[in-house]
């Protein structure tokens, strides 16, 4: 009796240690869409000798990240026999393949790949920008030029598609279809293009269209975010011209705000704390924002401030308390009080020796110190609080493969989840462990 009472417990333990490691990272920004990453055991230090790689495997092209859950690592990627590293702002087209990988967690080895024909013209053509999104049994990728499938996540067995081009009779936004697709519930919701069809919701096991809302010049780039104010739970839109909320369930309008994006630039996907909402993008915009407290409305605090809040542009800014925190365009990472927009700090330390524009360090917040992947491949620890940036180590981890503004870069947000990074550039992706 006693022994099976001790073995009992022993199973107990491993089984709940087993569950604490596979932490997943099942799409953009983590489980929860927030940039946590709640391993106990993080590090505080990095090796003399700096961090290996427990694996890493060949792959092609491309801005998107990877998703990790259980023993599968996804990610996508493009092969072409054109010169695909070129940081301009025209649409030059060529011919290429996409594909989705699924890779083996414990060695790197490829299981399968999904792989399709695709015409790209669109700026910045490396490859897709969308972390894959993995929903239970089904796999979700979204192509650069608007290639939606949904997955067999074992198999890679396509189990529905759509060329949202085609659906919606639009063109590629200039940056290609970069809006990460956001589940809710039994639709999948992401932005579109087309008349009357800025953002539609599928049914995620059909593909069938279940509503469409909205109509812009330009699609945007702003992923799809759900909080809940006013009562209701409110799915927030952004494109280059309003900020709009509206029902989840039906697409149904709730409250909208005029935004002027430059260049239709709105990339980030809003930042909440209490009753404000903000909104930020190139060319110094900016955008307060105040939440009915009982009803679903909203009214504009303060719009295009000099030297208020931040103007963000690859990275996604993060909300601490009344903080927001963040890479402004400048390429300064910054803080600021987000109901007066007020700055209190700004550096380039995390990124590099002075400001570069668009200066990219992805975030993710570990315990009382933050993890920030650079764009010149290294991978930084450090405290970020309203009293500053310190930081308390640095290593690199992969080459920078890419270009942009005339120097290597490589932007790609990276996955953390069983006490690893997992991060690509166009040449490999790499699981390195952290422990």
């Known amino acids: 009796m006693r022994k099976s009472f001790l073995l009992a417990n022993l199973l107990l333990s491993c089984f709940a240690t087993g569950f604490a490691m596979a932490e997943d990272w099942p799409g953009w920004m983590g489980p929860k869409r927030d940039n ?24 092609a092209g491309g801005y998107s990240g990877p998703a990790v859950v259980g023993d599968r690592v996804y990610v996508t990627d ?24 699924c ?3 414990t060695n790197g080895k490829i299981l399968w790949t999904h792989e399709y024909p695709v015409r790209y013209a669109i700026s910045y053509p490396a490859g897709p920008r969308c972390t894959p999104i993995v929903d239970g049994q089904m796999l979700y990728t979204l192509g650069a030029e608007g290639d939606l499938f949904c997955l067999e996540a074992t198999s890679g067995k396509v189990v529905w598609s759509k060329k949202l081009k085609q659906v919606y009779n639009t063109e590629s936004p200039l940056w290609g279809y970069a809006a990460h697709p956001l589940i809710d519930g039994d639709n999948l919701i992401t932005l579109a293009g087309g008349e009357g069809s800025q953002t539609v919701a599928l049914n995620k096991k059909t593909g069938e269209e279940v509503w469409r809302f909205g109509t812009s010049k330009e699609t945007g780039y702003s992923p799809p975010t759900i909080i809940e104010a006013g009562g209701v739970r409110q799915l927030i839109l952004i494109n280059p011209q309003a900020v709009n909320s509206v029902n989840p369930v039906d697409g149904k309008p709730y409250w909208t705000i005029p935004y002027e994006a430059d260049n239709g630039s709105i990339i980030m996907s809003p930042v909440r704390s209490g009753k404000y909402l903000f909104v930020g993008g190139y060319s110094n915009r ?41 890479c402004d365009q400048s390429g300064e990472l910054m803080a600021f009080k987000i109901a007066s927009g007020e700055r209190l700090w700004e550096t380039s330390k995390p990124i590099s020796a002075r400001p570069q524009g668009s200066g990219t360090a992805f ?21 970020i609080t309203p009293a500053g940036y310190e930081e ?13 503004f005339g120097r290597d870069v490589v932007w790609c947000a990276p996955a953390f ?5 997992y991060v690509r550039n166009d040449d490999q992706v790499i699981r390195v462990p952290l422990k």
């Open 36 to 59: 946590q990453w709640n391993l106990e055991t993080a590090p505080t230090s990095f090796p003399a000798g700096g961090l290996k790689p427990l694996w890493s495997t060949k792959i």
């Open 78 to 101: 493009m092969v072409t026999q054109a010169d695909a590293k070129v940081d301009n702002f025209g649409r030059k087209a060529f011919d290429g393949t996409e594909r989705v990988h």
């Open 103 to 105: 890779i083996d967690n």
């Open 286 to 326: 900016n955008l307060l924002i105040e939440l009915g407290s009982s009803q679903p409305t909203a009214t504009e605090v303060w719009r295009n401030q000099a030297k208020k809040g931040m103007s963000p542009v690859n990275v996604q800014p993060m909300v601490i308390g009344d903080i927001v925190y963040g």
């Open 363 to 383: 975030m993710v917040k570990n315990g009382d110190r933050f993890f920030l992947f650079n764009e010149s491949g290294e991978l930084v620890i450090a405290k």
């Open 392 to 404: 308390l180590a640095r290593t690199k981890i992969i080459e920078p493969t890419n270009n942009a």
């Open 417 to 421: 989840a069983n006490g690893s990074i």
